[in-house]
Structures are given as C-alpha cells and as structure tokens.
C-alpha cells in the first residue's frame, strides 16, 4: 500500500503560501482502477481517473479535520451500512479548487450496502494523512485529531509523560553521557558528537556525528528537545537552533524543553556549557559496588565524629504528642501513636485485594459482633446496621455483591436516603423507538402449473338385474315363439331381458392449458416490527470483585 501527495498537490501548496490564502481539502474519491497494484509506488503526476471508475465522493465535513502535530493532518471519512455497493482500490484527496491533492493506492475493497434479511452491510472509515511544513496553519485545521479519533492518545501520553518524569527524577534538568552531543570543530567546519543524553528526562540519542552546516551566528548555541505525535506514537524530536531559548509550548500544545551546549565566537572560538557526567556506560556498572577504591567516591569511617554521636539528645519522653528536637520518643510513645492512628480510622470502609482481612480489619457481611470487643468500631457506627441482640451486639454493614455511592448529604442526586440505607437495583426510564418502511400500494402475484394434454374421465355405477318397460303394442315381434317377440293379452306387456351392465360416459381431452389464479393489491401499509429484549439477570458497569473490609 503506497500514498503520496501528487505533483499537482505539492504545487498548490506552494501557491496558496504565496497567495497567503488557506488550502481547503474538501472531498474523499473512491475508485475501482482495473489491474492496479497496490504495492507499486503511487503516480504522482497522473490524475484522477475517469468517470467510470469512480464508484464513490465523499464530501468532508468540517469536523472530519484534524491536526496530529503542526506538520501532519489527518482527514476522515466515515461511510455507514446505507452506502453502497462498491469495491474500490484507489483513494484520493480533492482540494476545494478541484485538484487533485494526494493519492493511495489499496487492496481492493469491498463496501456493501445493508439490505436485510439478504445482506448484510459494512461501515468503513478511511484516515488519510498529509504531512508537509506548515501543514496545520496552511489547511486552517485547529482541531486535535484526538478529539474524534478513537485512540489511546490521552492514556498514552499519560504514560509518556509520568516516564519522563521518572526520568528527569534521576537525570535532573539535563545530563549528557561523557562528550556526547557537545559542540565540536572539525576538519570541515563543526559538528555535534554522538552520544546519548536526558534533558528534562526525554532521552535524546545520536547514532553518529552530526554536521553543523550554514552560518553559525554568536551566541548560545541551544538544544530544543520535545516528545512529537507521529501518527500512533509519541516520539522525541530535537533541533539546534541559536540564541538564548526558554521552554515553551508550541501551537500543538507540546512542551518543548531548552538547554544550552555551547557559546559560540566566530570565527572558531567557542566554550562547552552543557552539564556532562562522566558515565560511559550502563548506570547499573556505573553506580555499581565492586572491589577497590573508587577515584571519585570518598567514603568515610563510622566514627563518632561522622555519625554526629555528640550531637544524640540526652532525653526520653512517653508523649506522642510532643515536637521538641531535644528529645527521644520511647516505644510507649510509639505505641500510644499506633493507637491514636488506629481509633482514628475505627468505621473506614475499603476495599482488599485478598480473602482474608488484614489484622484490624472485619469482612463487611453483616455479620453480628461484640459491642465489647469492638467497643471502639461500636462506638462510630453503632446499630446503622443492625441491632444484633440489642444488648450486647451489634451488626456489621453488609456489602457482598454491591457497590457503594456516597451519601447524597443534601445535594439532591439521591434525596431523602439515610446513612446505610439499601437501595435495589433500577434502570433509568427511556423508550426504544422502532419504525418499518411503508412499502406503497401493490399487488401479489400467483400462478398454476400447466397440466399438459389430459382428458376428464366420468362413469355411471351399475344398477343390477332389471327389466325395460315398453307401452302396449300389439304385434311387434319376428313371429311365433320367436326372440324378442312381443306377445299381447288382456292389456299387459313383456321385454326381453337386459341383464347387469353400466353405461360408460366419455369427455374430450381439455388440452394443453394452465389455470390463472388473481389476487387483489394489498394497499399502503406497514409491517410492524418486534424489538426483542436483551441482557441478563442485573444491570451493571464493568467492575472487579473485590473484599470490603471495616475498621474496627
């Protein structure tokens, strides 16, 4: 991955400094450039590329504007799960004039847009960081990046800086190694030596001699030492500059610390004034005891002369209380301010790293405990809580499994509570909202599968044995005795006989065809949306178990 700032983008630098006007960097551009190599150093006279290749602008809020250090600015774009979808490899900064000002080249990327239920969509954030001289006061930028970033600037240099002071604790103001960052002449002009020195406990280190170039003017020659954010880091940066320099804070908000190393008379005269030690090593073999004498270290006998015998007081006193220098405190004195110490905390909650109390100390459960033993706890908090027997008990706060909270003591956070009092768990009252997209008026589309060429069978069940009536006719038949005569007499008739059969029914064959099914639009509506509950048995923050313990 590569980024620069392009050619165009140096050169409106350089015109806004003369035209004394503010560079405004406006607009984030994504683009999806084919065949593209993200390790491949960025092409910093090219320009953006065409049309159909960007896939995305993002126009950058005021407040997306931050300063790292007076030389660096970051700026930021933060897409949500409502934009997309697109891929991109390619990542521009567009100035307010329309140029192009700096460029990254990137693995491809994916941004993809949430459409529940069938996709789930991403937020991406993209810092691009320029740095050039001036940068903060050119761009107009007065915002600390830190205010909207989500780092761990403040805690960091939290940590920088309680190290510098452990630093300046051993190494004081300044304390430069043996010769190292002096002030030296050399065959071509000067130089300062390598070494490594602590001024105001930032640990300054030069790996190799250091040339002094350009006019050296008289005067005092100054190393200027702070701790530079650098992105994510916090680094220390110095620089020699000329002229008595105090310490001051620069338009970052960084201390900067000054001290002088050198007085300088041209044409070649000049005198050390740094504070160099003569260490030459790790401090541990420096300060280290080790068999003979030491050159520069005197150490002298236990005489009483050196130990200052004649001046021990004469005098013993069992007073605790007393402040006279003239006199020793005795082991009763020691003793009667032990216990003064101890009543004075009887009843101080606090909180133990351990299982079992110190000595001293009493497990806050609630338990129930001699007035009598622990006169001295009973006579701070009495029966707050609990009576015990009513005589010769009382209870111990019980504070397994809660937090504490100060007594509201009339400030109107928590009224009305007492000392002690118990108070069960409670959320504050709020709503959750939920909405669903009205989806318009519409309709439903459905359908039947085609059958194919069929045809509908249908039939008639059979009805047995029986016999067809005729109406009377006379002489109908193929002669005497013959089949299927008829014969007459006295008005009653005769057929033949049908037998058991069924009479068939056939249907033609419907052919190939589908049945359509309608169904009616649904109308403007919504579809309502369920918020299921979440979380567990308790509310609470994180926290630590810890064992509450009281004084007695």
């Given at each position: 991955?590569?980024?620069?700032?392009?050619?165009?983008?140096?050169?409106?630098?350089?015109?806004?400094?003369?035209?004394?006007?503010?560079?405004?960097?406006?607009?984030?551009?994504?683009?999806?450039?084919?065949?593209?190599?993200?390790?491949v150093?960025?092409?910093?006279?090219?320009?953006?590329?065409?049309?159909?290749?960007?896939?995305?602008?993002?126009?950058?809020?005021?407040?997306?504007?931050?300063?790292?250090?007076?030389?660096?600015?970051?700026?930021?774009?933060?897409?949500?799960?409502?934009?997309?979808?697109?891929?991109?490899?390619?990542?521009?900064?567009?100035?307010?004039?329309?140029?192009?000002?700096a460029?990254?080249?990137?693995?491809?990327?994916?941004?993809?847009?949430?459409?529940p239920?069938?996709?789930?969509?991403?937020?991406?954030?993209?810092?691009?960081?320029?740095?050039?001289?001036?940068?903060?006061?050119?761009?107009?930028?007065?915002?600390?990046?830190?205010?909207?970033?989500?780092?761990?600037?403040?805690?960091?240099?939290?940590?920088?800086?309680?190290?510098?002071?452990?630093?300046?604790?051993?190494?004081?103001?300044?304390?430069?190694?043996?010769?190292?960052?002096?002030?030296?002449?050399?065959?071509?002009?000067f130089?300062?030596?390598?070494?490594?020195?602590?001024?105001?406990?930032?640990?300054v280190?030069?790996?190799?001699?250091?040339?002094?170039?350009?006019?050296?003017?008289?005067?005092?020659?100054?190393?200027?030492?702070?701790?530079?954010?650098?992105?994510?880091?916090?680094?220390a940066?110095?620089?020699?500059?000329?002229?008595?320099?105090?310490?001051?804070?620069?338009?970052?908000?960084?201390?900067?610390?000054?001290?002088?190393?050198?007085?300088?008379?041209?044409?070649?005269?000049?005198?050390?004034?740094?504070?160099?030690?003569?260490?030459?090593?790790?401090?541990?073999?420096?300060?280290?005891?080790?068999?003979?004498?030491?050159?520069?270290l005197?150490?002298?006998?236990?005489?009483?002369?050196?130990?200052?015998?004649?001046?021990?007081?004469?005098?013993?006193?069992?007073?605790?209380?007393?402040?006279?220098?003239?006199?020793?405190?005795?082991?009763?004195?020691?003793?009667?301010?032990?216990?003064?110490?101890?009543?004075?905390?009887?009843?101080?909650?606090?909180?133990?790293?351990?299982?079992?109390?110190?000595?001293?100390?009493?497990?806050c459960?609630?338990?129930?405990?001699?007035?009598?033993?622990?006169?001295?706890?009973?006579?701070?908090?009495?029966?707050?809580?609990?009576?015990?027997?009513?005589?010769?008990?009382?209870?111990?706060?019980?504070?397994?499994?809660?937090?504490?909270?100060?007594?509201?003591?009339?400030?109107?956070?928590?009224?009305?509570?007492?000392l002690?009092?118990?108070?069960?768990?409670?959320?504050?009252?709020?709503?959750?909202?939920?909405?669903?997209?009205?989806?318009?008026?519409?309709?439903?589309?459905?359908?039947?599968?085609?059958?194919?060429?069929?045809?509908?069978?249908?039939?008639?069940?059979?009805?047995?044995?029986?016999?067809?009536s005729?109406?009377?006719?006379?002489g109908?038949?193929?002669?005497?005795?013959?089949?299927?005569?008829?014969?007459?007499?006295?008005?009653?008739?005769?057929?033949?006989?049908?037998?058991?059969?069924?009479?068939?029914?056939?249907?033609?064959?419907?052919?190939?065809?589908?049945?359509?099914?309608?169904?009616?639009?649904?109308?403007?509506?919504?579809?309502?949306?369920?918020?299921?509950?979440?979380?567990?048995?308790?509310?609470?923050?994180?926290?630590?178990?810890?064992?509450?313990?009281?004084?007695?």
């Open positions: 991955m590569s980024a620069s700032i392009t050619l165009a983008g140096e050169g409106q630098i350089a015109l806004k400094h003369s035209q004394k006007k503010p560079l405004i960097i406006s607009k984030f551009i994504f683009a999806n450039v084919p065949l593209l190599d993200p390790e150093p960025v092409d910093r006279a090219a320009g953006k590329p065409p049309a159909g290749q960007i896939v995305h602008v993002y126009d950058i809020p005021k407040e997306n504007a931050g300063f790292v250090n007076p030389n660096q600015i970051v700026y930021s774009a933060q897409l949500g799960s409502d934009i997309g979808d697109w891929d991109f490899n390619w990542v521009g900064l567009e100035d307010a004039d329309g140029l192009l000002f460029v990254s080249y990137v693995p491809l990327q994916q941004k993809r847009k949430n459409i239920p069938q996709q789930i969509g991403n937020n991406v954030t993209r810092n691009f960081l320029v740095a050039f001289d001036g940068a903060m006061q050119l761009t107009g930028v007065t915002v600390d990046a830190s205010t909207w970033q989500h780092d761990f600037t403040v805690r960091l240099a939290g940590i920088d800086e309680r190290e510098r002071l452990s630093n300046r604790d051993v190494y004081g103001r300044a304390c430069f190694f043996g010769d190292s960052l002096a002030f030296a002449k050399t065959a071509d002009g130089q300062l030596n390598p070494g490594t020195a602590y001024i105001e406990g930032v640990r280190f030069l790996a190799k001699p250091l040339p002094i170039n350009g006019v050296i003017p008289e005067g005092k020659i100054t190393l200027d030492v702070c701790l530079e954010r650098q992105l994510n880091d916090r680094v940066t110095w620089k020699v500059v000329y002229g008595e320099q105090a310490d001051y804070t620069d338009a970052a908000g960084v201390r900067h610390y000054c001290v002088r190393i050198a007085h300088y008379t041209p044409p070649t005269a000049f005198w050390d004034e740094r504070l160099p030690e003569p260490i030459g090593g790790p401090l541990v073999q420096h300060f280290a005891a080790r068999d003979g004498d030491y050159a520069t005197r150490a002298r006998g236990t005489t009483k002369v050196d130990v200052e015998l004649g001046n021990l007081p004469n005098a013993k006193s069992d007073d605790p209380d007393t402040n006279s220098s003239e006199i020793l405190a005795t082991t009763a004195a020691l003793n009667r301010l032990k216990t003064q110490v101890g009543d004075s905390m009887a009843g101080m909650v606090a909180a133990f790293a351990m299982d079992v109390p110190p000595p001293g100390w009493l497990r459960n609630g338990a129930v405990v001699s007035r009598k033993t622990y006169a001295a706890l009973f006579a701070r908090i009495g029966v707050v809580f609990g009576v015990g027997d009513d005589s010769t008990t009382f209870g111990l706060p019980d504070l397994r499994g809660l937090f504490l909270r100060g007594k509201d003591d009339g400030r109107g956070l928590d009224p009305s509570r007492v002690g009092s118990f108070q069960d768990m409670m959320i504050h009252s709020h709503g959750h909202t939920a909405s669903a997209a009205a989806v318009g008026d519409h309709g439903h589309s459905a359908w039947t599968d085609a059958q194919g060429n069929h045809a509908h069978r249908a039939w008639t069940d059979a009805q047995g044995a029986h016999n067809h005729a109406p009377s006719s006379p109908i038949g193929q002669g005497a005795g013959g089949i299927n005569s008829v014969q007459q007499a006295a008005g009653a008739h005769e057929t033949s006989w049908a037998g058991q059969h069924a009479h068939n029914i056939g249907m033609d064959a419907a052919g190939n065809h589908a049945h359509n099914v309608g169904i009616g639009a649904g109308g403007a509506h919504t579809h309502g949306v369920t918020v299921a509950a979440a979380g567990g048995t308790e509310t609470r923050p994180k926290n630590m178990a810890l064992l509450f313990c009281i004084k007695y």
